[in-house]
């Protein structure tokens, strides 16, 4: 089961005669800083607990288009008998056809972009200081690269957990 691509300017025209339903398969933290009003918000990581479909056409998209297509068959699968289809270009070819979006920057930027500022940064730090004052400070960067791994395999990130628990984080979730 597969989910066909559309083009933002013909999913654009299918939203403006009011003949389908946009959902939005980015998390939550994503979704505060940008979003289309009106559209249905559907996790990817919460896709077994969305609503059963009622709208004849279903238009997915993430925020670049690789989401969906790397999850079309479960999206597919949850769309069940509508006609379904994923934003080719995601959110950013839905702003470019004319769709409005809704932008808050107050919000915090998006969970995993925190994880990369925060692990790259490390990185580099160690790597520097491992260059310009001892060589012991590379385990920062081993360290760092280490974590990464670990998330990678076993999904579990306990950076994103830290992150998430900041302030700025728990506002925007409240």
Do not use: Y
Request: proline share 6%; hydrophobic share 55%.
């Amino acid at each position: 089961m597969s989910l066909p691509l559309i083009d933002a300017a013909e999913a654009a025209a299918l939203l403006r005669d009011g003949r389908a339903t946009l959902v939005d398969v980015r998390e939550a933290d994503e979704r505060a800083r940008a979003h289309v009003p009106g559209s249905a918000h559907w996790p990817l990581s919460r896709l077994d607990q969305s609503p059963v479909p009622t709208a004849e056409v279903l238009i997915f998209h993430c925020a670049s288009g690789a989401r969906t297509t790397q999850n079309a068959a479960a999206l597919a699968a949850r769309a069940g008998v509508c006609d379904a289809f994923a934003v080719k270009g995601g959110l950013a070819a839905l702003r470019a056809a004319g769709v409005a979006v809704a932008e808050d920057r107050r919000a915090p930027l998006p969970l995993m972009r925190q994880v990369q500022i925060v692990a790259g940064s490390l990185a580099l730090l160690g790597a520097v200081l491992a260059a310009t004052v001892h060589p012991g400070f590379i385990a920062l960067s081993g360290l760092v690269g280490a974590g990464l791994a670990m998330a990678g395999i076993t999904g579990f990130c306990p950076m994103a957990n830290a992150l998430a628990a900041m302030p700025w984080n728990r506002r925007a979730a409240a």
